[in-house]
């Protein structure tokens, strides 16, 4: 189970103009830029906008332009030009005379959120990582597809490398199989129709039938566990997450010779998953 996470250029002349053809102008020499005052830096209408924004972030109930000019300190002919062009570009809407956020702001306000909750989750993952001494995995099954959203490890524990698609593999490794449990008898069909079973490592289930078997024999809030059917030298165990409609699941890989302990840190990961869900919930919905 490998992380699957995510210099300028030098610059050009223009387009048909060699570099060798650039006129060379002479420049006085400019000050050094640590002497240069801070507000030589900064764009006076980039702020005034942004002051804007959040004041009328801070009225639920839209404001005038009159008075978030008051309240921002500016001249209503700057307030109006810098209103209309929040409005122009779809971060203010204006609706009977007042103006409130509109949709690009609120895009940018849900993309802050969903990286704070993303942030939330690997800050958490790592906590346990280092608690309990393994590699620590997040996994949804969303769209038809197993995917794997965050992985903590270390170098002295590494994460399982990813040798064979976890998507199509989901029969052989705890993850996929945790995930696969959650699923309706439909649901469950339909993904081994698109991702059939195939044995990856001698000790990988034989045949769809034989897992359908296994995941219905599966008991609800109970680790998954297997060993050494995806990679050999490793064992994994998975513990099942209900994420509103959603599959999910928290994973951990031990090497095969510490496998004896296997069961007891996926019990150890589901104590401190207890613990810590009820602060996580929205946050693992990422």
């Not at 024999?217 to 509103?244: H, K, N, S």
């Amino acid at each position: 189970m490998a992380t699957v996470d995510t210099a300028p250029s030098d610059p050009c002349p223009p387009l048909g103009r060699p570099r060798s053809a650039v006129p060379q102008v002479p420049r006085q020499a400019s000050p050094n830029p640590a002497e240069q005052p801070q507000s030589a830096t900064l764009i006076g209408s980039v702020q005034r906008a942004m002051r804007l924004l959040e004041c009328v972030a801070g009225h639920e109930y839209g404001a005038p332009a009159k008075q978030l000019a008051r309240e921002t300190g500016l001249a209503l002919p700057t307030a109006y030009h810098l209103l209309r062009t929040l409005v122009h570009e779809g971060y203010l809407r204006r609706d009977k005379g007042l103006f409130f956020l509109g949709e690009a702001a609120l895009r940018l306000s849900s993309s802050a959120a969903q990286q704070k909750r993303r942030s939330t989750v690997a800050d958490t993952l790592a906590q346990w990582r280092d608690v309990i001494g393994v590699p620590v995995y997040y996994a949804q099954y969303r769209d038809g597809e197993i995917e794997v959203m965050c992985v903590s490890d270390t170098p002295g524990n590494p994460a399982v490398e990813e040798w064979a698609d976890f998507r199509e593999t989901g029969h052989a490794h705890a993850i996929g199989q945790c995930l696969l449990s959650q699923l309706d008898d439909e649901a469950r069909r339909d993904h081994l129709d698109r991702h059939p079973v195939q044995a990856l490592t001698p000790y990988t289930v034989r045949d769809s039938r034989a897992l359908l078997r296994r995941l219905e024999q599966t008991r609800r809030m109970e680790p998954v566990t297997e060993r050494q059917e995806y990679a050999l030298g490793t064992v994994c165990a998975a513990v099942p997450i209900t994420v509103g409609t959603t599959a999910a699941t928290m994973a951990i890989s031990l090497p095969a010779h510490q496998a004896d302990r296997l069961l007891s840190a996926a019990r150890q990961l589901q104590d401190e998953m207890g613990r810590l869900l009820g602060s996580l919930a929205i946050s693992i919905s990422i």
